[in-house]
């Protein structure tokens, strides 16, 4: 019987030949990554070595990322301190992997790590952050752990008693009809399986509308799978990855494809055909509680943000600029938007989004999670209801009970901020061309 990715991945990992869902295994670990919470992951590595006295030394300080994203500028003395002790940290330990709050290498976690082509098809990549799962976009198993879990693997290299999961086989065709996106897909996919319905399984993405996406795109679907449940999304290999991991990581060395065998067994098999699919929207307060934009359209916002590990990349803001270009922001309308990493964001000056957005109306903020948490940035009133192209829209996210979150894509989003309400992005563009047309017959 062939094997899914994430079994040779697993198999690759520990050296054998073949191995079977429900294996328990202890595989090598290709990258280990924390944010602002390896603060904590630096106390429990310390606590392994108490009493043993071995000098506290991680096992392959090359094989660590350390990104600050979360709280970025620090926020409070707490924050400003635990990234004191992080900076600390990897000096001694000769950790190189590391981005610090800089306008020139900076940004959230899961952007910095593909854009710095740090994972490669079939590496083992595990992060203190449960949207690790983005970066199966680019055939990596790669999932989020606890901090303890990840002690453990700075001292030894390995993540210990891993159990071999099942897959779920998405298979995605046809073309994405005008403003619809990937985004849409992975609500209309949790929507359709609920957000318990891959609990402990990895999504292995295929098709032909897959094969035709970006690899920003394939982020986006693999970064919400764990929304779903998974324990990780995959996208197998392909000529799209290696373009992206030559043109726009700069890697040089050799990369190896590794792709599912024909004859893999699955434990589900789902066909999805995105040409009739439609802009979708995640209503508070779960992210399968998803509807068509027009089951909602005219509901009432205060915020609007654009950005996130989500969708802050350069397509993103590309197409929200677009339609946002020569309007206004409603008013009364907050609109944030964050760019995903200091990379972006220059380029997106460079192209003139960042000025689109000014010009609307927007607020640009520093590259880095910003609102998404609302911890930082961003925060809700009581009462207030926002639509974002962040992951998640738990009461109390964006860091009050008491408001409410809808989830959406860059074109939704940029489309509501000039309506003031949710709105359909195809709506608004038919009726710039309709005006545009008129405008031209006078």
């Given at each position: 019987m062939g094997m899914t990715m994430v079994q040779k991945i697993l198999a690759r990992a520990t050296g054998q030949p073949h191995v079977a869902v429900g294996d328990v295994?202890?595989?090598r670990v290709d990258l280990a990554m924390s944010h602002e919470n390896g603060a904590l992951v630096i106390n429990q590595f310390v606590e392994i070595y108490k009493g043993t006295g071995k000098e506290a030394r991680v096992w392959d300080p090359s094989k660590i990322a350390i990104i600050f994203d979360h709280r970025v500028p620090a926020e409070s003395a707490k924050t400003a301190t635990n990234q004191k002790k992080i900076r600390d940290f990897r000096t001694l330990q000769g950790i190189t992997k590391f981005h610090d709050i800089r306008g020139d290498g900076g940004g959230i976690c899961h952007q910095i790590l593909p854009e710095n082509g740090y994972v490669r098809p079939g590496a083992v990549v595990v992060g203190t952050d449960?949207?690790?799962t983005s970066h199966g976009a680019l055939g990596a198993f790669s999932f989020g752990i606890g901090a303890t879990e990840m002690a453990s693997v700075w001292a030894l290299g390995k993540i210990l008693n891993v159990e071999v999961p099942g897959t779920i086989k998405v298979v995605v065709k046809g073309q994405f009809p005008p403003h619809v996106s990937p985004k849409d897909l992975i609500l209309h996919l949790i929507g359709k399986i609920?957000?318990?319905?891959?609990?402990f399984k990895v999504i292995e993405f295929h098709g032909d509308a897959i094969r035709a996406m970006s690899t920003s795109g394939r982020l986006v679907i693999c970064n919400m799978s764990v929304e779903a449940g998974a324990t990780s999304g995959i996208v197998p290999p392909d000529e799209e990855t290696l373009s992206y991991l030559r043109e726009e990581a700069g890697v040089r060395e050799n990369i190896e494809i590794i792709c599912p065998d024909p004859d893999a067994a699955y434990d589900q098999v789902l066909v999805l055909d995105v040409s009739t699919l439609e802009p979708q929207v995640a209503c508070p307060h779960t992210v399968d509680n998803v509807k068509p934009v027009g089951e909602v359209a005219g509901k009432r916002v205060q915020q609007i943000v654009i950005g996130s590990c989500t969708n802050g990349r350069l397509d993103d803001l590309e197409v929200a600029a677009g339609i946002l270009r020569g309007r206004k922001v409603a008013s009364g309308i907050r609109m944030l938007v964050f760019p995903a990493s200091s990379r972006i964001y220059l380029e997106a000056i460079r192209k003139g989004y960042i000025a689109?957005?000014?010009?609307?109306?927007a607020?640009?903020?520093?590259?880095?999670?910003?609102?998404c948490l609302g911890v930082h940035q961003g925060a809700l009133a009581d009462g207030d209801v926002a639509l974002a192209t962040t992951n998640r829209n738990f009461k109390g996210?964006?860091?009050?009970?008491?408001a409410e979150v809808y989830l959406c894509s860059p074109e939704t989003a940029a489309a509501s901020a000039i309506t003031g309400a949710i709105a359909d992005p195809r709506e608004l563009s038919a009726g710039k061309a309709a005006a545009g047309a008129a405008k031209g017959g006078k």
């Amino acid at each position: 019987m062939g094997m899914t990715m994430v079994q040779k991945i697993l198999a690759r990992a520990t050296g054998q030949p073949h191995v079977a869902v429900g294996d328990v295994v202890e595989p090598r670990v290709d990258l280990a990554m924390s944010h602002e919470n390896g603060a904590l992951v630096i106390n429990q590595f310390v606590e392994i070595y108490k009493g043993t006295g071995k000098e506290a030394r991680v096992w392959d300080p090359s094989k660590i990322a350390i990104i600050f994203d979360h709280r970025v500028p620090a926020e409070s003395a707490k924050t400003a301190t635990n990234q004191k002790k992080i900076r600390d940290f990897r000096t001694l330990q000769g950790i190189t992997k590391f981005h610090d709050i800089r306008g020139d290498g900076g940004g959230i976690c899961h952007q910095i790590l593909p854009e710095n082509g740090y994972v490669r098809p079939g590496a083992v990549v595990v992060g203190t952050d449960s949207h690790t799962t983005s970066h199966g976009a680019l055939g990596a198993f790669s999932f989020g752990i606890g901090a303890t879990e990840m002690a453990s693997v700075w001292a030894l290299g390995k993540i210990l008693n891993v159990e071999v999961p099942g897959t779920i086989k998405v298979v995605v065709k046809g073309q994405f009809p005008p403003h619809v996106s990937p985004k849409d897909l992975i609500l209309h996919l949790i929507g359709k399986i609920s957000a318990e319905g891959a609990n402990f399984k990895v999504i292995e993405f295929h098709g032909d509308a897959i094969r035709a996406m970006s690899t920003s795109g394939r982020l986006v679907i693999c970064n919400m799978s764990v929304e779903a449940g998974a324990t990780s999304g995959i996208v197998p290999p392909d000529e799209e990855t290696l373009s992206y991991l030559r043109e726009e990581a700069g890697v040089r060395e050799n990369i190896e494809i590794i792709c599912p065998d024909p004859d893999a067994a699955y434990d589900q098999v789902l066909v999805l055909d995105v040409s009739t699919l439609e802009p979708q929207v995640a209503c508070p307060h779960t992210v399968d509680n998803v509807k068509p934009v027009g089951e909602v359209a005219g509901k009432r916002v205060q915020q609007i943000v654009i950005g996130s590990c989500t969708n802050g990349r350069l397509d993103d803001l590309e197409v929200a600029a677009g339609i946002l270009r020569g309007r206004k922001v409603a008013s009364g309308i907050r609109m944030l938007v964050f760019p995903a990493s200091s990379r972006i964001y220059l380029e997106a000056i460079r192209k003139g989004y960042i000025a689109d957005f000014v010009m609307a109306g927007a607020v640009v903020m520093n590259p880095g999670c910003g609102p998404c948490l609302g911890v930082h940035q961003g925060a809700l009133a009581d009462g207030d209801v926002a639509l974002a192209t962040t992951n998640r829209n738990f009461k109390g996210r964006m860091g009050n009970p008491n408001a409410e979150v809808y989830l959406c894509s860059p074109e939704t989003a940029a489309a509501s901020a000039i309506t003031g309400a949710i709105a359909d992005p195809r709506e608004l563009s038919a009726g710039k061309a309709a005006a545009g047309a008129a405008k031209g017959g006078k």
